[in-house]
C-alpha cells in the first residue's frame, strides 16, 4: 500500500482515488456497495423516470471550502461554453419528462453565459424548475453581482445555499475566514426580495453538511434549530433544510486520510446503510452533465471521472434517450455516503 504522503499527492487524480476507496475500503469486497445493492435485490442499480438535469457551469468558484467535492476555486479554468449551453438546451426542450434543471459550480454565477443560459431555459420551458446552487458570498464578491437576487426573482430561479451552521466559528472554518457574516449579508438581500417569505412564492433552501468525519443528525430537528437560531439573531428566514453526508471523495477524503479517519468514516456509513435510502438515491431520476458537455450518474461520479455506462451516448452531442433510460449505473464505495442513514442527495435526506 502507498504511503499516505504518496496517496494525498495522487489525489489530483481521479484513478487514485477509485484506487484508495477501493483498496483501503474496510471489510473487504464483501463489504462494498455492489454487494450491498446484491444483498437487497437493486443491483444492477437501474435509472426510474429521468426529472432532474443537473449541469456543472464550471469548476471557477470565489470561495475554496474544506470539504469542496468540485475542487473549485478561483484559480480553476474550466467553464462550459455557450455551445455547450446550446446542446444543454436543446436536451432541455425535448425532454419532457425533466422537470428541474439544477445549476451548479463552482459558482455558476461566475461563468459570463449564466444570466443568458438561465433566461433561455425559462424563455424555452416556462414550467420547469430552475434551481441556482448558490455561495451567497458570490452576491457580494463583486458589484456586478450585487442584483442577483432580483434576477433570480424574475426569473422565478429557486435559490439553495450552504451554511454549513448557524455561528460564525464553524461555517468560517469549514468555507473560509469571513464567510459566515457574508452569508448572512446575502440572505438578508435574498430576503429582501421575498425568497424565504411566505407567500412569496420565492423559494430559499440551505444546505447543511457536517463539519468532520461524522454523519449529520436528523434533517428535522436541525431544520428548526436553524430556523429559530437565524430568526433570533440575525432575522434571517429561509423555507428548508437539506442534511447532506460527506462524500468521501476529493478535498473531503484528502481531509479523512491526512486526520487518519477514512477507515472510521467508511465503517460509519456501511453501519448505517439504509436499503429506504438506497431505492431512492439521486441517480436514479438525474443526469448530470460535466462542464465540458460529457454526462454522468451524478455529481460525484463526475468528480472521480466516471462517465456514464452507455457506448453511444456519453456526451450531449450524442444524446440518445432509451439508451439511457436503459443504462445500468456505475456504483463505487463513494455511493455508501448516499444511502447512509436517512439518505443523502443534493435535495437532502432522501427516505
Ligand atoms: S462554494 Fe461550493 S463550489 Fe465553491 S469551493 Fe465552496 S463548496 Fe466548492
Ligand atoms: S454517489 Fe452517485 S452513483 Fe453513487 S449512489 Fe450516490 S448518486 Fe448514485
Redesign the pocket.
Known sequence: MKSLKAQLHALADPEEELDVLESRHPGGDKANFQHHLDRIGLFPLMPTKLEIFQINMGKM?N???K??H?D??PDRKEIMTRDTMKLCLDVIQKESSLNCVDLT???PEMNPDFRWFVTEIRACRPDIKIIVRC?LTIILANPKFNDLPEFFRENQVEVVS?LPYFSAMKTDAQ?GDGVFEKSISALKLLNQVGYGKEGTGLVLNLVYNPSGAFLPGSQHELEMEFKKKLLDKFAVEFNSLFAITNIPISRFLEYLLRSDNFENYMEKLLAAFNPMAALGVMCRNTISIGWDGYLYDCDFNQMLDLKVNVSNSIHLANWDSSALADRSIVINNHCFGCTAGAGSSCGGATS
Open positions: 468558484c470561495q475554496v471550502c470539504h469542496c468540485v473549485a476555486g459550480g463552482g459558482a455561495n450552504s468555507r
